[in-house]
């Protein structure tokens, strides 16, 4: 039995991926076979194939960090045939197959069973972005992130990570502040909760150490600058989850928002996330955590052919939202 994969490949220091068949004994080892139905389009996915960062620690590889499909053969008694299930991070896409291919073969200790309260498609509009939003809201929780303590930041908020988590912030109550650099998203993000909608410039951040505090927290997809601005206007004892570098990787920073205000910077590692608390973060996104404007989060759903033309746009910030893709189209 052959199959449709997106496989990539690094050739003289030179990466690229396209469409090939392939068949299952050439896939990656593991106890369970998943027929997939759907992936999803993240910003590591489209570093990865495109070579424009180093994601994959094995060549060749198939792309995707996440997908959701049907067991077709397990060799664990935790699964049957017939089961949809989902799998994100652990590995997937990165030093084992991936899920941008109609079949995936993964061990049965990464699988999780589709929660209730959502469809497989659903779980790929969240896919790793979803996901990842989930893990830095339970983080922040967990640190006693209080309404009280003031409106959440979040940054890159028209992307996908931050389209789920300006959504699932205010479904908990909390106020967002959605930070964008491109205004034609302004009405998108306050459909999807933002108690207000700005570039970063409008929220007039200082340069000092210790800024007046005007933030409760920050949940933060670009990194850099903005992310060592915003740790110093941050309110007593709040929290900010560090995601994302699409701006940049490096933190200049002092210990004075730390040793004066109690800030915390949390971090937020998807890949690595330990199974027990991945697979309570997706029952919890079928329920008080789910979004409630998913259909308007997913912008589009593609085949397996046109995943090249989306990493490219994705990279080149021409996307919002969430793309799916649909592996079987
Ligand atoms: N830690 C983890 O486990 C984890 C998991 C998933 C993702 N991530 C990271 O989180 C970030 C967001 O991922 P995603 O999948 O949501 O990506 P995405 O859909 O491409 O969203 C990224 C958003 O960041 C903003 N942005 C893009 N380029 C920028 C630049 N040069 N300077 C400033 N802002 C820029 C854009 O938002 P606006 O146009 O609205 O400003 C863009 O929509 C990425 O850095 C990704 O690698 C980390």
Redesign the pocket.
Known sequence: MTFLACRIYKQENQVEHRLEQMDLDSLCTGDVVIKVHYSG???????GATGR?AILKQFPLNGG?DLAGVVESSSDSRFKVGDEVLVN?CGLGESHDGGLAQMARVPADWVIPVPNGLTMQDCMIL???G??AG?AIHRMQENNQTHEKGPIVV??????????AVDMLSNLGYEVI?????RE?DDY?TNLGANKVCS?EDLELGQRPLEKGQFGGVID????D?LSQLIAHTNLWGNIA???????HRLDTTVFPFILRGVSVL???????PMSLRTDIWNRMGGELKPSHLQDILTEVVPLSEVSRVFDA??D?K????IVVDCQA
């Open positions: 389009v993240n910003y590591k996915d489209a570093l960062g960090i991070g896919g790793t972005a996901f990842t893990l940054t890159g908020a028209s992307g996908g990570v931050g389209s789920i959605a930070v964008s650099g491109r998203f993000l970063v997809n670009v990194g850099g903005l560090s995601i994302g570098l699409a701006s940049g971090g937020v590692s998807s890949t690595n996330c994705l990279l910030r996307l919002h939202g969430r």
